[in-house]
């Protein structure tokens, strides 16, 4: 089993669409939860940042944890056509974790057409 | 020049050259790394400089050499690689008292293609 789990889509979705993205995971170590965005021939970059369960907004973004179900969440609301691009999951436990190791899903391709 | 910058950008090279990748960062962290991307698969952590020292090797193969002269350079030295090595290396930095907070700043990454 893989320690995260993300449906790499693609994804296509009209503008002004409600988006959701999702990961599950298996290691209920994990407490601090990541969403990257990583567009087109560039790296990825930190889009939210979430500790522990609980739901994060930030203008049209809200991130989602639920760790009993080992489930996080991505929305994105009123999707625009710059928002095109792969959304990575990634997290990484409390304590005890290697430096920069997170565990990475694979990435769910998103389009947004006008 | 800010954030993270990577050469080159695209790279093609026989199964005998031997090649590098460079990275450099211009925001101040003392930790760098090198990831590994493909097609269909999570992100894959290679190595990690924390103040120029190698802390993780994370099973990589002989054929990639890291070198980290200091802390806002490091190199990716490529000998004999095989096919299945094509893919995406990305660089990243972070500020290593924030590594559990997983904010890491990546580079645009170095496409490789091995013929």
């Not at chain 1, 049209?60 to 095109?84: C, G, M, N």
């Not at chain 2, 991307?37 to 190698?54: C, D, I, R």
């Amino acid at each position: 089993q893989k320690e995260v789990e993300q449906d790499p889509g693609p994804l296509s979705v009209p503008e002004g669409a409600i988006v959701s993205l999702n990961c599950t995971y298996s290691n209920s170590a994990f407490q601090y939860f990541m969403w990257y965005r990583q567009y087109s021939r560039k790296g990825p970059e930190l889009l939210m940042y979430t500790y522990s369960s609980g739901n994060k907004e930030d203008g049209r973004f809200t991130a989602q944890v639920d760790k009993s179900s080992k489930y996080i969440s991505l929305f994105i609301r009123d999707s625009q056509p710059s928002d095109s691009a792969t959304y990575l999951c990634a997290m990484t436990p409390d304590r005890g974790s290697t430096l920069g190791r997170l565990y990475f899903g694979r990435g769910t391709q998103l389009t947004v057409w006008p | 020049e800010t954030g993270v910058t990577q050469t080159p950008r695209h790279l093609v090279m026989g199964m005998t050259n031997k090649k590098s990748l460079k990275c450099e960062q211009h925001l101040g962290h003392n930790a760098m790394y090198w990831y590994k991307q493909s097609a269909k698969k999570p992100l894959e952590l290679m190595f990690v400089y924390n103040f120029k020292e190698q802390t993780e090797n994370n099973s990589v193969p002989s054929r990639f050499s890291p070198e980290c002269p200091n802390s806002s350079h490091l190199f990716l030295h490529l000998h004999t690689l095989q096919p299945e090595d094509s893919a995406l290396y990305l660089c990243a930095s972070s500020q290593a008292a924030r590594h559990n907070t997983g904010e890491l700043f990546f580079g645009e990454g170095s496409r490789l293609t091995v013929l």
